[in-house]
């Protein structure tokens, strides 16, 4: 036989006693034949529930009793009445066991305010029906309850604001501290709907371009967010910032420059706008430049020498081959039919040059009495074809990247310089000059600047001349921009030979700065565009103020390498400073000290070589011939002694400058700036050997 529950069913607010006495209201979750009824309410954030007989129920909520209920005897009841209420964890109902009948006891009516509903998260209850059961009570109760389904309310908000995290969250990354940040750029870019970008082609005597590549593998892979965003010729990056309250904001910072590619734009769009224009100022007898800049990765490689499928480089879509065929057209025309065109490949590392296309020789760089740079020894190739040229990058390239591991790119601590020469005949037979040169230029990455402070020396040293080539650079293009008198190419290798790049009214230069657009490489990104920002800023600006005037009176004066390298410092004070000058200078000494060394065993070994072919003549004229006259042979050897032991002091001396001005770098790079005095021994420390390798 079942029981008849009257009004009481699930979701019914009902009034129920505690042991203690009081009395508050409850909602019946489920209710147990033949006579309990379950319920819950919320006491001090946590859900409470109970069983309570039938009974009791109707003895405390009559109005809910069915018209022929016979009340049983509510004695035998209160003996078992006395269990505590239950709490309930999450979601969960009152158990069978816990189901038991409630001691009936009035309870004071103030006591009510410690219980409250239950939340529609542990109920299912409607947002409507709690209104419903609220409407019908006594104002105290009602206010009770109002402010329970308020809490309610506000409860299932947060509840929904956390699970829309959670979802927004595993769409970026779980793990990762930027999710917040991408979903402020997705704002950022909703609210700013990109611009097509205009692509005129303009012809500045300076172009400065950005190039943003995709996101790779590794930062696919990491769900990296990308923060650069292109709009029209306008460039953002959304740099993440946080307050000192931990408020997470992003700065939105603007870049303007002549083009801007994005992922869409392939090797041939970019050349079309950036070294395109420049092929035809070679023909009228200029110097043009195109640099790629940018970080390890960002796609400089890509950029001038190819796409890379792999490891593999397709050398004929790229920068350096776009040129050459643009060159080889135009070298069709009959006006051109007297010039010629040679190709050479070279690298610039610790500002030494080595020959790419001779098995990486180093070679020596001189200035002749005009002030013309050489660098000795060049290989000049003379090319026919495209194909021609594609096979000198392969080669060029092949030599750059051979014995270096993935650790330890030697492409992106060096500079990659190819030159494409015209040469038309000199007065003389057999004589040729140069008619225009453009140097297509794959620089190092420009954050290996920054590692003067690595613990490792070699590391320090190499970001030493990165820093210095690439500072130098940017005054160069500045000097060259403002049609400045003086240019201070001496102050490095790579500025030294391509000197005659920054002089010449009619000299161009266009600038590729290539962006890795992933969050891990914010930082390196905004310092690639600010120094793009420079160059441009500057080559626009055609103004001289005071202060640049009278920096090139003082320079005029003074073109010594050591002034050169003063300007950089003064005017790059943030990232040339005082112990990065130090160490430069000191650099400097270095390497001239070991030229000279080295200059002096090159000339000294072919009078070893023939001394040492002499004597084993005499040897064996000794040994084979008893009757010869070992007196006369010795006394011609002698002056050969004496030549050769004058040699070899002056090798010794040279050395030992060398190698103390080696010290002096060490010294200078560990943050003593005074220069070590001059060491007794002269014990080669592998220094030389080293820096040659
Ligand atoms: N625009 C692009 N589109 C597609 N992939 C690119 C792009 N730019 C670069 N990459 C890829 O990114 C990787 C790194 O590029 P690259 O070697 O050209 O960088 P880099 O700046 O020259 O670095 P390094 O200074 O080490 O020489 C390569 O695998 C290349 O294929």
Known sequence: MTTDFGGVKKDVSILIERSNGTQHQALVTTIEQPNTVNCEWFEQDDIKGKGVSLNMVFKLNPHLMPK?????????????????????????????????????????????????????????????????????????????????????????????????????????DINDAQWEFAEMIEDWRDENPSRPPHHKRMEHKINVCVRKRPLNKKETKNKETDVVTRSGDLLYVHQPMTKVDLTKYLENMPFRFDYVFDLEDDNRKVYEYTAKPLVESIFRGSRATCFAYGQTGSGKTHTMGGEFSGKNQNCSNGIYAFAAEDVFKKLRQPMYQHLKLTVSFFEIYANKVFDLLNGSQRLRILEDKQGKIRVVGLVDQVVETV????????????????????????????????????LTPGRKAHEERTHGMFSLIDLAGNERGADTMSSDRITRQEGADINKSLLALKECIRAMGKDALHVPFRGSTLTKVLRDSFIGEDSKTCM???????????????????????????????????????????LEENTEEDSCLDMLATQNADQFTPQMLAITKAQDEQQTAEDNAMTAINESTPAFLDALSKWQEYWESVASDKNADVQEILRECETDFDNLEAAIKNMRKLAKVAFEKAENVDAVLAGNNEPKPAQKSSKPRGGINRRLK
């Open 68 to 172: 022929n209920f016979k009340p049983q005897n509510l004695k035998s009841e209160a003996d078992n009445m006395s269990r505590k209420s239950v709490m309930i964890t999450s979601g969960s109902r009152l158990k069978k066991e816990n189901k038991i009948p409630l001691a009936v006891r009035r309870a004071e009516p103030s006591s009510r305010s410690e219980s409250r509903l239950p939340t529609a998260k542990s109920t299912s209850l409607s947002k409507n029906r709690r209104t419903e059961l609220i409407t019908k009570k006594e104002p105290t109760v009602r206010n009770i309850d109002k402010i329970e389904s308020e809490r309610i309310e506000r409860r299932e908000n947060q509840a929904k604001m956390r699970y829309q995290r959670d979802q927004i969250k595993a769409k970026h």
């Open 512 to 554: 590729i700065a290539t962006l890795s657009p992933g969050f891990s490489s914010c930082e390196n990104t905004i310092n690639t565009l600010r120094y793009a920002d420079r160059v441009k800023g500057l080559s626009v600006n055609e103004k001289r103020d005071l202060e640049d005037l009278m920096e090139e009176i003082t």
């Open 387 to 422: 194909d021609d040229v594609i096979n000198v990058l392969r080669e060029g390239s092949r030599c750059r990247t051979s014995g270096q591991t993935s650790a330890n790119s030697n492409s992106s601590r060096s500079h990659a310089v190819f030159q494409l020469s015209l």
